[in-house]
């Protein structure tokens, strides 16, 4: 009877041990799991902080770099210019083909502007002045070459109708406004520029900026 009680405590014990430590096994595991969650969560963000604050590095990297080829792209430069052929849709004997142009032009970076002089030999062999100011405006960009479009527009002076030997309008009004549109290819620092005047031709000007 003795022996019969003794087992039944015995196994008694051993259920309560056993019912006793489930729940501190679950409990374990379960605090295990959550603390490797953690640590999983928390290499995670660590790497999603890493991985922002390398991205935010590159583009600001990425920006500055591109600033500095705008920067570089738009510098404001000078172009001295000259002409090196001029043709006239009206093939007279008495027009002159050699304007001798020189001309000077400040382009600005902001906005594309431009401001210029130019001094040349008018279709009447009279010396003649274009005082300018216009845009310049960009097509294409091929390698080292660009193609660009540029407009101008400002007063000549310089024509003269000699007392009436000449009848066209600019020789009697002398000086008088003027809008010029022109294109050009640049390479590198040289441009070659075809610029229209009015009806009359156009003017093929060869120029290097610097």
């Known amino acids: 009877m003795i022996r019969s009680n003794f087992r039944i405590l015995v196994i008694l014990c051993v259920?309560?041990?056993?019912?006793?430590?489930?729940p501190i096994i679950a409990k374990e595991n379960i605090e295990t799991t959550t603390k490797g969650n953690v640590k999983k969560v928390g290499k995670e963000e660590n790497i999603k902080a890493t991985e922002k604050i390398t991205e935010k590095g590159s583009n600001k990297i990425i920006k500055r770099s591109n600033e500095g080829k705008n920067r570089t792209k738009d510098k404001s430069f000078f172009f001295l210019q000259t002409s090196s052929m001029t043709y006239h849709w009206n093939q007279n004997p008495d027009r002159n083909n050699d304007q001798g142009?020189?001309?000077?032009?400040?382009?600005?970076?902001?906005?594309?502007?431009?401001?210029?002089?130019?001094h040349f030999q008018n279709s009447y062999f009279q010396?003649?002045?274009y005082l300018y100011t216009g845009r310049s405006y960009d097509f294409?960009?091929?390698?080292?070459?660009?193609?660009?479009?540029?407009v101008t527009y400002g007063i000549i002076s310089g024509y003269d109708d000699e007392n009436g030997k000449y009848s066209a309008?600019?020789?009697?009004?002398?000086?008088?406004?003027?809008?010029?549109?022109?294109?050009?290819?640049e390479y590198k620092d040289y441009a070659l520029e075809v610029s229209l005047f009015g009806i009359a031709g156009y003017i093929v000007n060869f120029g290097v900026k610097f």
């Open 15 to 22: 259920v309560a041990v056993s019912v006793y430590s489930v």
């Open 101 to 118: 142009l020189l001309g000077l032009e400040y382009h600005s970076s902001s906005k594309k502007r431009l401001y210029g002089v130019a």
């Open 169 to 185: 309008y600019m020789n009697r009004l002398g000086t008088f406004p003027a809008v010029l549109p022109s294109f050009g290819m």
């Open 127 to 129: 010396p003649t002045w």
């Open 140 to 150: 294409k960009e091929i390698s080292n070459f660009k193609l660009y479009g540029k």
